[in-house]
């Protein structure tokens, strides 16, 4: 299994702000993911972070409001950018071997004032 | 497209005795996986246990075991023995294992179900 962290594990920004996750693996992975979850519900995939090139995003998803880069195999970031309170949210990053079980990072708290 | 549908928004069982979660899916695919997930109040998502659809044997992970019905599209996690540490939320998710497919790799999460073990 991989172990994986994320940065920062929690954070307060302001409305209009931008904020940096970044999501690191202990080895090396085929597939990345970012997801969002509400506390207390179910999770929502944001985008498949593809190494060396554009992220694929999901419905209702777009790559202006959430950037994402994978510069290799092991690291990915995800930006929120121009922050509003409903970005407030919990986001995690998940990460796998192809046709294989995806593992979490324990997350990031945003809250947006 | 896939869904997931988990009927089960809360439940509780006494430490020590047996508990099944229930969960259901949708889907044309027919290479996939399937897997239950823990999130504790830590937030941590944890890989309890996974089944490959292929596979008629019923996955088994110490406590941990399912019940999946492919005709029935049904997916049941049972932990035998509840301990207090089993308290979580449980995700019940799809992952679609068709390498040419748009949705290769990519979980598909049921609503979840809050798991209450009380002592």
């Known amino acids: 299994s991989a172990v994986i962290s994320q940065k920062p594990s929690r954070d307060i920004c302001q409305r209009g702000t931008s904020l940096t996750i970044q999501c690191q693996v202990d080895s090396q992975v085929t597939m990345m993911f970012w997801y969002r979850q509400q506390p207390g519900q179910s999770l929502t995939l944001i985008a498949t972070?593809?190494?060396?090139?554009?992220?694929?995003?999901e419905s209702g998803f777009v790559i202006d409001k959430f950037p994402i880069s994978r510069p290799n195999l092991t690291f990915s970031t995800l930006t929120v950018s121009n922050m509003s309170p409903e970005d407030s949210s919990i986001y995690l990053c998940?990460?796998?071997?192809?046709?294989?079980?995806?593992?979490f990072g324990p997350g990031t708290r945003l809250t947006v004032l | 497209a896939q869904t997931v549908t988990q009927s089960q928004p809360e439940m509780s069982v006494q430490e020590a005795e047996t508990v099944t979660l229930s969960c259901t899916y949708d889907t044309s695919e027919n290479n996939y996986y399937l897997f239950w997930y823990k999130q504790p109040p830590s937030r941590q998502m944890i890989l309890v246990i996974r089944q490959e659809a292929y596979k008629q044997q019923n996955a088994t992970e110490n406590r941990f075991s399912v019940n999946f019905q492919k005709a029935a599209k049904s997916f049941s996690l049972k932990i035998s023995d509840s301990q207090l540490g089993d308290t979580a939320m449980y995700f019940c998710?799809?992952?679609?294992?068709?390498?040419?497919?748009?949705?290769?790799?990519?979980?598909?999460f049921g609503q979840g179900t809050i798991l209450t073990v009380h002592p």
């Open positions: 998710a799809f992952m679609n294992n068709n390498a040419g497919g748009t949705s290769y790799g990519k979980l598909t």
């Open positions: 998940s990460a796998g071997l192809a046709g294989g079980p995806q593992y």
């Open positions: 972070a593809n190494q060396g090139s554009e992220a694929t995003y």
